[in-house]
Nanobody, 125 residues
Framework: QVQLVESGGGLVQAGGSLRLSCKVS????????VGWLRQAPGKEREFVAT????????SYADSVNGRFTISRDTAKSTVYLQMNSLKPEDTAVYSC??????????????????WGQGTQVTVSS
């Protein structure tokens, strides 16, 4: 099993920044990608960004590309999501998630089999 614990959500004004953290523990050797997905009220969960557990191959949703940056700190076993130029439409519950040893499309929600509890991000206009 892989355990993921998020932190760093909160309330921010449009144009502001937040950094989310995801502490990863457990059988991390079985994990290929760690990413962030989000779910806004009344909408389906969607892919935001992902990175390989080794720290390479970042990938972003078109809606956040250029504003969000995903990174990994090896020593701290933590994946970060730096979110800049936030918009009200970024408001959602953000979840950290991990795949197993997966080589398919990392932008689909079903690729992720381990999940954190989620953290709320609210962007006011």
């Amino acid at each position: 099993q892989v355990q993921l614990v998020e932190s760093g959500g909160g309330l921010v004004q449009a144009g502001g920044s937040l950094r989310l953290s995801c502490k990863v523990s457990g059988r991390t050797f079985s994990t290929r990608y760690v990413g962030w997905l989000r779910q806004a009220p009344g909408k389906e969960r969607e892919f935001v960004a992902t990175i390989t557990w080794s720290g390479g191959s970042p990938s972003y949703a078109d809606s956040v590309n250029g504003r969000f940056t995903i990174s990994r700190d090896t020593a701290k076993s933590t994946v970060y999501l730096q979110m800049n130029s936030l918009k009200p439409e970024d408001t959602a519950v953000y979840s950290c998630a991990a795949t197993a040893n997966y080589y398919g499309d990392v932008r689909i929600v079903n690729a992720y089999v381990y999940w954190g509890q989620g953290t709320q991000v609210t962007v006011s206009s």
